[in-house]
C-alpha cells in the first residue's frame, strides 16, 4: 500500500481531502500533517512514498518544505497542491515537485499524478539500468558552465553582466551558444553577436537550457565511430525536436521545461555511444537490418533503452522532473496515465514528427509516422484531430532549419 502524507496549514482542508479520496482508501494509507515542521518530524519517524504538501502555509512554506525533502529524503515523490498557477509560482516549485496540482483537485487527478511520480521512479531505480550504469565508470558530474549558471541565478541580486560573463568564461560554449540562438531555430531578424545581447533576447532561465544542451555534447566524448551513429545528426534531430515542440499546445508554464527535454530526450545515446559503443552499434545494425526501434532492440538486449538512460543521467543532475519524465517516456508516454497534453506528450510526438522529417519521406495516410504512432494515446489526450496540421508546423519548421 502507498502511504500519502498530506501537508496543509488548515485542518478543514484534511476533511476534504478524506471525503474526496475516500476511494484511495484501498490503495493508499494516508496521514496528515499540519505544516512543514511536522511534516519533516513525522518522515523522520516513519516511512512515506508521497508528500502532497499545500504552497502557501505560514513559517515553512510548500516549497522550501519539499526542498528538504529533496535533500534529506530523496527517494520520497514530491507533490505541490496550490490554488496559485501563476507562472511565477509554477516555475518556483519545478525544481522541487515532481508534479503540481491545482486546488481543489479531484480524486482522479491526484491518482494520476501519484502513479505517474511513482512510475517515474520505479523507472530510474531499476536495480538492472542501475547496475550497468555503474559498471560504466563514473559519470560525468552537472557540466561546469550550466551549474554556475544555476547558481547564479538564485542570487536576486544577479545582473545580466555577471550571467553573460559565466558563458563568456567558456569561449567553445559562447561561440555554439551564438551560433545557436542565430540559428533558424529561434528566428530573429538581427544577427546577435554578443553573449549579453541573447541574454537580452532570451532571458536567463533559456540562455541556461540553451548552454546545458550545448554542454551535454561535449562531457560525452565518441572516441570511436559507430557505424549507423552521428554526432551531427543526433543535433539536428534534437534541434529540429525542439523547434517543433515550439509549436505545439503545451501550457505556458511548462514552455522551457517542454524545449528542454527536447534538446536533450536522446541523451541517453549519447552515455550509450561514450559508454557502451559496441552494445549501440550492435542494435543500431539490428534496428537497420530488421526495421525495428532502436529503442525495442536495445530493450531486448540491454534490457533497458536510451530514454531511461538518458533520464537517469538527468536525475543525478538534478534537473526538473518534467524534463526527466519526458525523457524516460519519449518512445512510451502511454506507460503512465495522462489528463492533459503536457512535456510527455509534446516531446513524444515532436519526436516522431521530427523523424518523419529526417526520413525525407512524403506526408500522407501511408506514412511510417501513423505507423509508428499510438492513436489510442492521442485519441485519450483528445488531439488526434491536430495530426495533420501539426504535420504541416513540422516540415516547415524543418524546412527553416535546413534553409
Not at 516555475?91 to 482522479?108: C, I, M, N, S, Y
Not at 534531430?237 to 509549436?247: N, P, S
Request: charged share 20%; aromatic share 6%.
Amino acid at each position: 500500500m502507498t502511504r500519502v502524507l498530506f501537508v496543509d496549514d488548515e485542518p478543514g482542508v484534511f476533511e476534504g481531502l478524506q471525503r474526496m479520496l475516500r476511494s484511495q482508501r484501498d490503495r493508499w494509507e494516508m496521514v496528515f500533517a499540519n505544516g512543514g515542521a511536522a511534516a519533516l518530524a513525522l518522515l523522520e519517524t516513519a516511512r512515506f512514498d508521497v508528500v502532497i504538501s499545500d504552497l502557501h502555509m505560514p513559517g515553512m512554506d510548500g516549497a522550501t518544505l519539499l526542498k528538504q525533502v529533496r535533500e534529506h529524503f530523496p527517494d520520497v515523490v514530491r507533490i505541490v497542491l496550490t490554488g496559485d498557477l501563476e507562472l511565477k509560482t509554477a516555475f518556483r516549485t519545478l525544481d522541487v515537485a515532481h508534479q503540481l496540482l491545482v486546488k481543489p483537485g479531484d480524486p482522479e487527478g491526484l491518482r494520476v499524478a501519484v502513479a505517474r511520480a511513482c512510475s517515474l521512479k520505479n523507472t530510474l531505480n531499476s536495480s538492472l539500468l542501475r547496475r550497468t550504469v555503474t559498471a560504466m565508470g563514473d559519470l560525468p558530474t552537472l557540466p561546469r558552465t550550466y551549474s554556475a549558471l544555476a547558481q547564479a541565478i538564485n542570487d536576486p541580486e544577479v545582473s545580466l553582466d555577471r550571467m553573460a560573463k559565466i558563458v563568456e568564461s567558456d569561449v567553445a560554449i559562447s561561440a555554439k551558444v551564438l551560433r545557436l540562438v542565430n540559428s533558424a531555430f529561434f528566428g530573429l531578424m538581427n544577427e546577435i553577436a554578443t553573449v549579453r545581447t541573447a541574454v537580452c533576447y532570451l532571458g536567463i532561465e533559456v540562455l541556461k537550457h540553451l548552454v546545458l544542451s550545448v554542454e551535454v555534447f561535449r562531457v560525452f566524448p565518441v572516441r570511436k565511430p559507430i557505424a549507423g551513429f552521428s554526432m551531427e545528426k543526433l543535433q539536428e534531430h534534437a534541434q529540429l525536436t525542439a523547434r517543433i515542440v515550439k509549436g505545439l499546445p503545451v501550457p505556458r508554464y511548462l514552455v522551457d521545461a517542454a524545449i528542454v527535454a527536447a534538446l536533450l530526450h536522446d541523451v541517453g545515446k549519447l552515455v550509450l555511444a561514450a559508454k557502451l559503443p559496441e552494445q549501440l552499434g550492435h542494435a543500431l545494425k539490428i534496428a537497420s537490418h530488421e526495421g525495428q526501434p532502436l529503442y525495442a532492440v536495445e530493450d531486448n538486449l540491454l534490457g533497458f533503452n536510451h530514454a531511461a538512460v538518458g533520464a537517469h543521467l538527468l536525475a543525478l543532475w538534478g534537473l526538473p522532473s518534467p524534463i526527466v519524465e519526458a525523457v524516460a517516456y519519449h518512445h512510451a508516454p502511454s506507460r503512465i496515465p495522462q489528463q492533459r497534453f503536457d512535456t510527455v506528450a509534446a516531446v513524444y510526438l515532436a519526436d516522431l514528427l521530427s523523424h518523419e522529417c529526417d526520413d525525407g519521406q512524403p506526408f500522407t495516410d501511408a506514412s511510417p509516422l501513423l505507423q509508428r504512432t499510438d492513436l489510442a494515446y492521442l485519441d485519450t489526450l483528445e488531439v488526434t484531430p491536430n495530426l495533420a496540421a501539426w504535420r504541416a508546423m513540422a516540415r516547415e519548421a524543418a524546412d527553416a532549419l535546413t534553409a
